[in-house]
């Protein structure tokens, strides 16, 4: 081993001895004093009941009791133990100020401190200490340490509480008073004396004696004197009062509850709560004076109302439902409403349901008068509530729809036989024009016999009456199919679709003989309606030929185009023909009226025009002027509702 090595041994241990050296006599001095100390105590400090401990001004344990040791949560004696280390970081400061005051009084009393125990348990200790001297010099501290975690808990949560509802009886819109058995103010609020137009604070409130308060406040009631004997014979009565009115002189109207206090069976003082009722008071006036207009209303439309509670039972019937049913009110008031009624019992569960929900209502029921007569009533049925909102049963509005139901039921009928009458005359206009067309065919092929029977054996005039007569045939037979056509319209109607009218267009100019001096124009592209299409084809095909028709001009111009509107487009087709006087307007229109008779025209073809118009819910109409041209007008639906 280096000498190096041996010198640095040789001073570890030199420095070991020394301080242990300086431990024996701390120990030796710390015995010492520790003798003096029991030797004061007469080493009684076990029997001591109270949390019990000594220690040096370094706060290290000395002793202690087997008290002080459950309360610390120290399983062995502690001695030893610096009870600093318990102290939390933020209370340092706070226990050296209070250590500083022992030491210099001598005496601590009901030092509170928050601890965490070597268990790491935290526990509020109240402590009682004193200084231990010798030769008049402080060598020690002693004290009574008492747990009081579950009291400081019991004490939080009672501030807490009262917190609580101070914050909750402060807030209230209700004014709080509070008196003793001795009438004297113990809480009250702000809202209490602004309801009063009291100017104290409400902590120079606290002992003020009621019976001066009313007297002061009276002149604020209508009745004065009579609101302080109210209070006084309440208060001597000592029973709950819930809902009292009390009228201001201006205007005001406040609700007063008196709640009396008890405490182990004594009566030990009285609870007053006002809110201000003005603004419901005003409420409930204001709905009375409704009800009874609309009552009065209801009973000049002569419509029976009846109202009834929660089980049904009628506790109102006016007049008209007297009259409407038979029963006098004597009859009707207590019972139950259902009875009155022929009904399906699921059916008036789901109103009855739909009446608790809030729900209005409105459905058609079998009535039974005290005659024994069914009627047809339609019933109108609302929630009814009172003045606070609570829902207390329904009232029901009902209409005799007898007379109105016989006839919708006459009218349901008549359609039906209409329709059976269309049908039959639909299929009768079919026979009458198969018959109608037979001899005519049956007369065109006689003529022609007789022409090739005779052929060079006729004269010129025969020939001619001849051709009239074939003539006629054609027109005839025309005249039959129009007539066939314009009374079928409206009947065995497809479903209507969206319908592409510029597809519709561009194909009949394709299939419609068009002279070479004619030109029709399509301005824009046109849109699509919601309708038949085979009839918007006959629409247009009609009003394209009659303006060809009727053109007289050289050069024959036609233009087709629209202008949209809300909910529908408007159409043109205009031309530069001839004309129409103004006076002729309404009549182009009505069935075989043709302003120039041709052997081509029936006088149908715009009455055929017209009635596919309205059969889309549209409107048609012209613009003219002799010479000049005719421009016709009509609208079309956009889709199902109007929309695009």
Partial sequence: MSQDVIDILKQQLA????????????????????EYINLNLQDGYEGIVDAFLIMNLSGNILKMNESARNILDFKDDGIGYNLMSMVNPEDL???????????????????????????????VVQINGNILYENNKPVAAQGIIRDITKSKEAEEKLRESENRLTTVISNLDKGILLEDENRNIIVTNSKFCEFFNIPLKLEEMVGYDCRVAAEQAKHLFKESDAFVDRIEEVIDGCEMVLGEELEMIDGRVFERDYVPVFRDGKHKGHLWTYKDFTI???????????????RNVITKMNLGLVEVDLQDCI???????????????????????????????????????????????????????????????????????DSTGNMIGSIGIHLDIT??????????????????????????????????????????????????????ALDVQTIQNLGLIETTLERMEQLISDVLLYSSIGFYESEKEPVNVQEVVQDLLQILFIPEHITVYILKPLPVVFGHKTK??????????????????????????????????????????????????????????????????????????QKIVELHNGKIWLESKPNKGTTFFFTLKKGPNGAA
Wanted: aromatic fraction near 10%; charged fraction near 30%.
């Fill in 536 to 609: 918007i084809q006959q629409l247009f095909q009609n009003l394209i030929s009659n303006a060809i028709k009727f053109i007289d001009k050289e050069k024959g111009l036609i233009y087709i185009s629209f202008e949209e509107q809300p909910d529908c487009y408007q159409f043109s087709v205009q031309d530069n023909g001839m004309g129409i006087d103004k006076k002729y307007h309404d009549k182009i229109f009505k069935v075989f009226h043709a302003l120039k008779k041709s052997n081509d025209s029936t006088g149908i073809g715009l009455s055929i025009v």
């Fill in 280 to 294: 419901r008071r005003q409420y409930r006036e204001n709905l009375d004076q409704e009800r009874l207009k609309y």
């Fill in 403 to 456: 007379d109105v139901k016989s006839l919708e039921r006459e009218k349901v009928n008549l359609l039906e036989a209409l329709e059976r009458s269309n049908n039959e005359l639909q299929e009768y206009a079919h026979i009458v024009s198969h018959d109608l067309k037979s001899p005519l065919r049956s007369i065109n092929a006689l003529v022609n016999w007789i022409k090739d029977d005779n052929k060079g």
């Fill in 93 to 123: 400061e706070m226990v050296s100020t209070s250590f500083k005051q022992l030491l210099n009084e001598g005496v601590i009393t009901n030092f509170e401190l928050k601890i965490k125990t070597p268990l790491q348990n935290y526990k």
């Fill in 315 to 385: 506790t109102v019937a006016n007049e008209n439902f007297l009259r409407m049913s038979g029963y006098s009110v004597e009859e009707l008031i207590g019972i139950d409403a259902k009875n009155l009624f022929k009904f399906d019992k699921q059916f008036m569960e789901e109103k009855r349901e739909n009446r608790d929900q809030g729900l209005t209502d409105s459905y058609e029921i079998k009535m039974i008068t005290k005659a024994g007569e069914e009627r047809d009533w339609l019933v109108s049925v609302a929630p009814n509530y």
């Fill in 15 to 34: 420095e070991e001895k020394a301080a242990r050296i300086s431990l024996e006599k701390e120990l030796s001095e710390a015995n010492k004093k520790l």
